[in-house]
């Protein structure tokens, strides 16, 4: 999340709603797809790296990577253990992990990001093209960011404070719609046609507003669900395979040639 609390005020969400992510979690522990596999596309040992949500670290999404690799996929993770950092340095965080499953595997990578991790997932379908081939996002607002309950704007409020504190923040407008880092601007700047871009949401998310998850370009899948619970959701996880499943397309061959600037290696 970017935005501070006194920016989008209104909407409390479904705290009470989002405790379903436990049956969610059982429903899809007993689920055949996730016990063994079938009806859904199989991987092509395409490398994924998975990136969790904002106050989340990598152990949420321990159940997809199992999964994945259960289908034929090579998932990996970034090193988040809360993902509260400032929005640029994190987003140099996951560009690594990127491009370290790039050069072990010599092939476009698969990013899979949660709320938050949903938004470099964006950045990266714009910048990198070179890196990635299939973009996928679960339950995250792809339009403005700020697309979130009053309680979660609230946590964002205190950690844009606690990095200012402690000098963590790079701009000073980190965790706000102001900020212009180089994560921003990607964020900002249209997804690349050679990414295939996968918008995963649903209507029942109680932390962000489903509206802001569709966005134009996007390959908008509507599933039923709490937003912490999209991540143990079994209609995500088809959804993920149907989407990692598509034929990925070329970039341009000057930017594959010549990756982006000023990024980290």
């Known amino acids: 999340m970017s935005a501070g609390a006194d920016e989008h005020p209104g909407w409390w969400g479904r705290p009470v ?28 040992g395409r490398p994924v790296v998975l990136v969790p949500g904002f106050l989340a670290g990598d152990q949420t999404l321990s159940a997809l990577a199992l999964w994945l690799h259960r289908i034929g996929h090579r998932p990996s993770t970034a090193g988040f253990l809360t993902n509260t950092d400032c929005s640029d340095r994190a987003y140099d965080r996951v560009l690594r992990a990127v491009r370290r499953a790039h050069d072990r595997h010599g092939r476009r990578v698969a990013v899979i990001g949660h709320s938050r991790g949903g938004h470099y997932v964006r950045a990266l379908a714009a910048e ?9 996002s679960v339950g995250s607002d792809l339009n403005g960011m700020l697309g979130i309950s009053v309680p979660t704007q609230a946590a964002v409020t205190g950690t844009r404070l606690t990095l200012g504190a402690l000098g963590r923040s790079r701009r000073p407008g980190c965790f706000t719609l102001f900020c212009d880092c180089p994560f921003a601007q990607a964020f900002r700047a249209p997804a690349d046609p050679a990414v295939r871009l996968t918008s995963i949401y649903s209507r029942g998310d109680g932390v962000v507003e489903w509206e802001g998850c569709v966005t134009p370009g996007a390959t908008n899948v509507e599933v039923t669900g709490s937003h912490v619970g999209l991540v143990v959701n079994r209609k995500v996880y088809r959804a993920v395979a ?10 341009d061959a000057a930017r594959d040639a010549q990756p982006a600037p000023g990024r980290a290696g």
């Open 128 to 136: 990198h093209p070179e890196l990635v081939s299939h973009a996928v």
């Open 242 to 251: 149907a989407a990692l499943a598509e034929p990925e397309l070329e970039p």
């Open 17 to 44: 709603a989002e405790t379903r992510w436990v049956l969610e979690a059982w429903r899809l522990s007993v689920d055949p797809l996730f016990l063994r596999p079938t009806g859904v596309p199989r991987g092509d």
